[in-house]
């Protein structure tokens, strides 16, 4: 696998449209979580910006399946959390010579945790 971190933490499906909208997996480990939060949502965030409305606050990342499952209040705050979780499991992905999936375990089990608490 190219990414296992990433592919543990977000699903194949999100994982591979994620790194199709960054291009590679080089490209997404220097991406800021910021930037990753509102991949797919670029032409809505362009357009916001000409316009000067409201910005959006995530893209692609609302097809994560535990964006789907949380009845959480707060979406933007989610959206940013796991942003940065992609992006952490992303430069461990790039940067790390071992290729396991440990981190991604433990950075979803820690972005359960958090939804739990809410």
Same mark, same amino acid.
């Given at each position: 696998?190219?990414?296992?971190?990433? &592919?543990?933490?977000?699903?194949?499906?999100?994982?591979?449209?994620?790194?199709?909208?960054?291009?590679?997996?080089?490209?997404?480990?220097?991406?800021?979580?910021?930037? &990753?939060? &509102?991949?797919?949502?670029?032409?809505?965030?362009?357009?916001?910006?000409?316009?000067?409305?409201?910005?959006?606050?995530?893209?692609?990342?609302?097809?994560?399946?535990?964006?789907?499952?949380?009845?959480? &209040?707060?979406?933007?705050?989610?959206?940013?959390?796991?942003?940065?979780?992609?992006?952490?499991?992303?430069?461990?992905?790039?940067?790390?010579?071992?290729?396991?999936?440990?981190?991604?375990?433990?950075?979803?089990?820690?972005?359960?945790?958090?939804?739990?608490?809410?």
């Amino acid at each position: 696998k190219l990414c296992p971190n990433l &592919i543990n933490l977000v699903g194949e499906t999100l994982g591979s449209k994620i790194l199709s909208y960054a291009g590679s997996l080089k490209n997404l480990a220097k991406l800021p979580a910021s930037t &990753i939060q &509102i991949l797919g949502a670029e032409k809505t965030l362009f357009s916001a910006l000409k316009k000067k409305e409201k910005t959006p606050n995530f893209g692609i990342i609302v097809n994560s399946k535990i964006f789907l499952k949380t009845n959480c &209040i707060n979406k933007s705050k989610l959206s940013r959390y796991i942003a940065n979780k992609i992006s952490i499991s992303a430069r461990i992905d790039f940067f790390s010579a071992d290729h396991s999936v440990i981190y991604g375990k433990n950075l979803k089990k820690n972005l359960i945790k958090m939804i739990s608490q809410k």
